[in-house]
């Protein structure tokens, strides 16, 4: 990485190369498409607008954006088409709940498509049979009201943000607690999703790259120790995601040092959702020499740039 060079106010310009004030690749986002709240079009221009040069855009379990942000990508911005897998891994007869970051892949094979596929099908029945145990106990909740609040596919999320909307709870995350539709509670309905084997060999065999997402994130529930990382780098993983905005210090220098043992690539990204979280655009990033690395391990797709000159 080049410096930005002396003179320190100036401001970046696109094709300047270096890490001025702002970062320049974002390879975790989401859109419209699943949980979040920008449509994929206009997410390509808060990108360019961000001083992003490279950006991932990776939807829960769906390519479905792809077509849209390509087709809005600005002068200067390259899109890399990917997507966060939900998966699972068993750890002493415990069931922990993974992503997967899966870049570059051939949206069209069929294995792996059907897979994204029953995924969202299990998301959305799951949404559904949620929102069936709350109206059963009484509560103002319907299926019309929590899809409408959804664009893409509907999920957890978009049953609580009804809670919400209905009064039953002051905050999306007090619908996540357990005495709602958190894990366990009387309303949460168990998911379906492929273990975390299947999921990095479908990868592969689509021709992508695959990045553990937010391995380490205590925050957000259980995490898997390093045994478990050491044998999805046997299986195939490319990279680990470090820099993200819910690890800690600690998390990421541990991570940091088990990449470099295993010969994992690390990345950086924000995991950017639009307003529903405190991250913007390039809040965390990841080097061009990584870039390269995860690009020249794929075969699957090629990144998409935008018109030039
Ligand atoms: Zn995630
Ligand atoms: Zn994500």
Redesign the pocket.
């Given at each position: 990485m080049r410096p930005h060079p002396p003179g320190g106010e100036a401001p970046h310009r696109a094709g300047c190369g270096c890490q001025h004030g702002r970062v320049s690749i974002d390879l975790?986002?989401?859109s419209t498409a699943?949980?979040g709240l920008v449509e994929p079009g206009e997410l390509m221009g808060l990108a360019a607008e961000a001083g992003l040069t490279v950006v991932a855009l990776?939807d829960?379990d769906t390519t479905a954006g792809h077509g849209r942000a390509a087709a809005a990508l600005p002068p200067g911005l390259t899109l890399v088409p990917g997507a966060?897998i939900s998966c699972y891994v068993e750890v002493d007869g415990r069931s922990v709940s993974l992503?997967v970051?899966a870049y570059l892949f051939d949206a069209t094979e069929p294995a792996f498509a059907s897979v994204r596929a029953q995924i969202r099908e299990h998301r959305a029945t799951r949404a559904r049979q949620m929102v069936r145990l709350l109206a059963d106990a009484g509560h103002p909740v319907t299926w019309e009201q929590v899809s409408e609040l959804a664009a893409g596919t509907v999920g957890r999320p978009h049953v609580a943000a009804a809670m919400v909307e209905a009064g039953l709870v002051p905050t999306v995350s007090a619908a996540f607690s357990r005495e709602w539709i958190g894990a366990s509670g009387p309303y949460w309905v168990g998911k379906w999703q492929p273990d975390v084997w299947q999921t990095l060999s479908l990868i592969r065999a689509a021709g992508g790259v695959s990045v553990f997402?937010?391995p380490y994130a205590s925050r957000r529930g259980v995490t898997v120790g390093p045994d478990v990382i050491e044998r999805m780098t046997a299986a195939g993983l490319t990279g680990v995601e470090v820099d993200h905005p819910d690890h800690d210090s600690d998390e990421r220098r541990r991570l940091r040092g088990l990449a470099a043992d295993l010969d994992l690539v690390t990345t950086g990204?924000s995991?950017f959702?639009g307003s529903s979280k405190p991250q913007g655009l390039g809040a965390e990033s990841t080097s061009p020499a990584t870039y390269e690395r995860l690009v020249a391990a794929a075969s699957g797709a090629r990144p998409i740039t935008g018109p030039t000159g």
């Amino acid at each position: 990485m080049r410096p930005h060079p002396p003179g320190g106010e100036a401001p970046h310009r696109a094709g300047c190369g270096c890490q001025h004030g702002r970062v320049s690749i974002d390879l975790h986002t989401h859109s419209t498409a699943s949980d979040g709240l920008v449509e994929p079009g206009e997410l390509m221009g808060l990108a360019a607008e961000a001083g992003l040069t490279v950006v991932a855009l990776t939807d829960h379990d769906t390519t479905a954006g792809h077509g849209r942000a390509a087709a809005a990508l600005p002068p200067g911005l390259t899109l890399v088409p990917g997507a966060e897998i939900s998966c699972y891994v068993e750890v002493d007869g415990r069931s922990v709940s993974l992503h997967v970051l899966a870049y570059l892949f051939d949206a069209t094979e069929p294995a792996f498509a059907s897979v994204r596929a029953q995924i969202r099908e299990h998301r959305a029945t799951r949404a559904r049979q949620m929102v069936r145990l709350l109206a059963d106990a009484g509560h103002p909740v319907t299926w019309e009201q929590v899809s409408e609040l959804a664009a893409g596919t509907v999920g957890r999320p978009h049953v609580a943000a009804a809670m919400v909307e209905a009064g039953l709870v002051p905050t999306v995350s007090a619908a996540f607690s357990r005495e709602w539709i958190g894990a366990s509670g009387p309303y949460w309905v168990g998911k379906w999703q492929p273990d975390v084997w299947q999921t990095l060999s479908l990868i592969r065999a689509a021709g992508g790259v695959s990045v553990f997402a937010h391995p380490y994130a205590s925050r957000r529930g259980v995490t898997v120790g390093p045994d478990v990382i050491e044998r999805m780098t046997a299986a195939g993983l490319t990279g680990v995601e470090v820099d993200h905005p819910d690890h800690d210090s600690d998390e990421r220098r541990r991570l940091r040092g088990l990449a470099a043992d295993l010969d994992l690539v690390t990345t950086g990204s924000s995991d950017f959702h639009g307003s529903s979280k405190p991250q913007g655009l390039g809040a965390e990033s990841t080097s061009p020499a990584t870039y390269e690395r995860l690009v020249a391990a794929a075969s699957g797709a090629r990144p998409i740039t935008g018109p030039t000159g």
